[in-house]
Nanobody, 120 residues
Framework: QVHLVESGGGLVQAGGSLRLSCAAS????????MAWYRRPPGKEREFVAS???????TYEYSVKGRFTISRDNAKNMTFLQMNSLKTEDTAVYYC??????????????WGQGTQVTVSS
């Protein structure tokens, strides 16, 4: 089994910054793409950013230039640096990893989420 744990959420004023972290653990053979999604209040979950195993990032249009995704393959971690935060960035942020377990089962694994609240 593969487990993901996010951290770093909190309350911040508009214009501020937060850095989210996500650590993957368990029976991991390989992690392919890692990504961040978010669920704003009353809305569906939406894509924020992803990064491939060779560090190629992709961003949702509204966060491009403000958010930076990175990863540490040695530690099975991914990070989301969020700058110039806006009130519309308020959401529960989820980490996702496309991972291959030691039983060679490939699946998308999700963390429990971390709350980010941006106040005006």
């Amino acid at each position: 089994q593969v487990h993901l744990v996010e951290s770093g959420g909190g309350l911040v004023q508009a214009g501020g910054s937060l850095r989210l972290s996500c650590a993957a653990s368990g029976s991991i053979t390989r992690i392919n793409t890692m990504a961040w999604y978010r669920r704003p209040p009353g809305k569906e979950r939406e894509f924020v950013a992803s990064i491939t195993s060779d560090d190629f990032p992709t961003y949702e249009y509204s966060v491009k230039g403000r958010f930076t995704i990175s990863r540490d393959n040695a530690k099975n971690m991914t990070f989301l640096q969020m700058n110039s935060l806006k009130t519309e960035d308020t959401a529960v942020y989820y980490c996702m990893a496309d991972a291959v377990s030691t039983t060679f089962n490939e699946d998308d694994y999700w963390g429990q989420g971390t709350q980010v609240t941006v106040s005006s």
